[in-house]
């Protein structure tokens, strides 16, 4: 009975290889008689002196009893056990990706995945006496490169800068580590339990001595040694290394140079991690220098001269890591970090004006250390470790999707853009379709699949399944029980002296078919069993499946609505904009209408009021009074003189007493008509006596000329004219008025 069978592709984006982990306490494994994984050997004849590396594992059920359902894995490489880092260095294609990197420019990748504690951080970084993959592959290049390394100055820093494409800030090693070491605190530094330092496997023997500037010298492990192999460079180039980190955590990427560069800050023991999950991620995108490959931008990139200051380098970095202890690993990664080497050479550049520019191009190397896939209840976290095993384990679900289809053909999509792990891993694995991609080839990438074949069976099961490049399922068939009881039973006979008897014979005959009916029963029920098994499984990795389609289905969702959203307000915004320019219209409209009608309107107003200024002429009509006024003034005097004339010893008296007289002293004591509401009165009485003076005119000449107003002037008059000529309250008044001009008037005027 066979079922799911995968077959290999024939040219997948990744390699996958296999690396099993020694047992940490032997003596306990041997223990174990129940191997669960079990290498295959190779078939294929090996030559002499060469190493040769299996391809396939097959898992089977642990339990005894129930071992009939078998799976066998393959991957491009499975190491054993007994496997050293150089043979994992050697045998995985690190070499041919580093040469491709220095001599091509060609990106390239290298990552570890796995169950926690599998032993994922130990080959990439090392332990206390072994160096990683990351160590040998820096020394290997420094090596390679030898005297044709470019140490960084202020004019190399620029136009490295001017030429990165993406838009990193770039230090040199000297500047990167004084400032980072500026805090001073040393001895905390070095004493501090690094992220880095685990139990079993810290990466460097010598972590308490101090990374200070002033000592330098090599305290990092030297082997494995590379020393024999040499990757041949240009030699009339100059090369230039740039080492960068960064981590995914939580779903954002982190840069973990910066933060460290940056100084004064505490570093990772101290600093509380809820805190720096609040920290913005950066970016990973096309830039303008880079329209046909993805990077991260604006990270810090270190220029490291020299295999020691790459590695200062990397520990100042692994002190940033996000690193938690858990029930599955003392020290146990809560990020997946990248460490990437990046290679640059000067190539001459055509720019405008036909001038010839030098700029530094190159490729880089990313090692990968994933965080490990664990049971929430093997974890035993909380809280934010909790929190972030969760980020951990549907990345890497998206992930162990990705290479699953990898391996299922060229035909299928990849979903790589589901999360930001698989977009940084499987983003620069397709040829770009960008018009300016030219140049541009697709990385070379690696994936050392990490298992540990005294851990969790279901886990391990899930991991395998996800990342082999084929996989093959059967059923096995299990040995006859009945001829198992038999063989039994004929031995319990030769130990009664080999007699039997017919009775014997046939009892045992009955027997035996009754067993054998049993034993076929039982038979039918377990295969029935296992199929169930088998079925139970593969319901549950679906389920497994389902449950991370639905998860990207709700954040496809989730984007979406934001997109709808953002739709809807811009668009809605754009209808409030169009009704807000109507109204202004409207508005402008009415307000020119209104205006216009108010022109109209002020206009016919001011006529009528021009009409009345004229047909009043209050101006012309004072002076026409003044005029008359003038005229009885000189009556008044002609008046005087006669008087004075007639009885001189009467004058004063009698000159008093005239109403006449007082009204025009009165008169002279206020010169200002315009502002004297009496000398207006006065006016108006004068104007009054003109009048009658004019009607009287008028009743010899007619009163044709009077104009209306004048005429109800004149009506309004009599009753002054009345006045006036009542004596004697109003002359008693007129006496003091009289007394007081005499004091201070004109003898010559009123
Ligand atoms: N090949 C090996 N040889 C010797 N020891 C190993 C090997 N692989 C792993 N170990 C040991 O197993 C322990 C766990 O390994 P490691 O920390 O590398 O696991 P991991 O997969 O990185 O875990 P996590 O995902 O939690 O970070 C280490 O202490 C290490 O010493």
Known sequence: MDKSTKTPSKDPLFQVYLRLRPPIQPQLAKQKSDPWLIVEPTTTPVEENTKSFPSHVTLQTPRDSNRRWIEQFSFTKVFEEVASQLDVFEETGSIDILKSVLQTGKDGLIAT??????????????????????????D???????????????TLLSALKASDVSEAKILSAATFLDTSNSDGDWAE?????????????????????????????????????VSSYSIEVDPTNEYVVLVSMYQVYMNDIKDLLSSSASSNAPTMSTRPRAAQQQKKGLPFKNTKMSPD?????????????????????????????????TGSNNVSSRSHA????????????????????????GGTLSIIDLAGTERMDNAKTTGLTLAEAGKINVSLMHLGRCLEMQSEGSKAVIPFRRCKLTELLFSNSFPS?????????????????TADPSGDFNATRH???????????????????????????????????????????????????????????ATRFAEKCVALEVRLAEEEMKRVEAEAAAEAAEEQLMDMEQQVREECWIEMEQHLEEEKERWRDAWEQEKTQNEAFMDGKLGILEKTTQFHIH???AEARVEELERENESLRAKLRALEQELQTRSPTKRSRGGSKSPVKGIILQETANINIATNPFLASLKARDSDLTIRAKSSEGDMHGTSEISPRKQSLRRSNVSHATVEEQPPTTVKKQRKLTTRKWDLGDPNGF
């Open 113 to 138: 995945l796995g169950v926690t504690g599998s032993g994922k951080s130990h080959t990439i970084l090392g332990s206390e006496s072994q160096r990683g993959l990351t160590q040998m592959t820096l």
């Open 140 to 154: 290997l290049l420094f090596t390679s490169i030898g005297d044709n390394i470019r140490r960084a100055d202020s």
């Open 189 to 225: 530094i070095s004493n501090a339990r690094l992220p880095f330092s685990r139990a079993q496997t810290p990466m460097m023997d010598s972590y308490a001595a101090p990374d200070h500037p002033a000592s330098r010298q090599s305290t990092f492990p030297r082997q494995p040694d």
């Open 293 to 325: 490959r993805k990077v991260v931008a604006g990270l810090q990139k270190i220029v490291c001269g020299s295999y020691d200051e790459a590695m200062r380098v990397l520990r100042r970095g692994l002190k940033e890591r996000n690193t938690a202890s």
């Open 338 to 361: 990248f460490f990437c080497i990046e290679v640059k050479k000067k190539i001459a550049m055509r720019g405008h004006a036909d001038s010839v520019t030098p700029a530094w191009t």
């Open 433 to 449: 379709s960008s018009s300016h991609a030219a140049t541009y080839r697709p990385q070379k990438a690696v994936m050392i699949v």
């Open 463 to 521: 991991i395998l399944k996800c990342s082999a490049l084929a996989r093959d399922f059967k059923v096995s068939r299990i040995a006859s029980t009945t001829s198992t009881i038999l063989r039994t039973t004929s031995v319990c006979k030769g130990a009664n002296g080999g007699r039997t008897s017919p009775q014997d014979m046939i009892n045992s005959y009955l027997t035996a078919q009754e067993l054998e009916q049993a034993t076929n029963e």
């Open 615 to 617: 047909e009043d002429a």
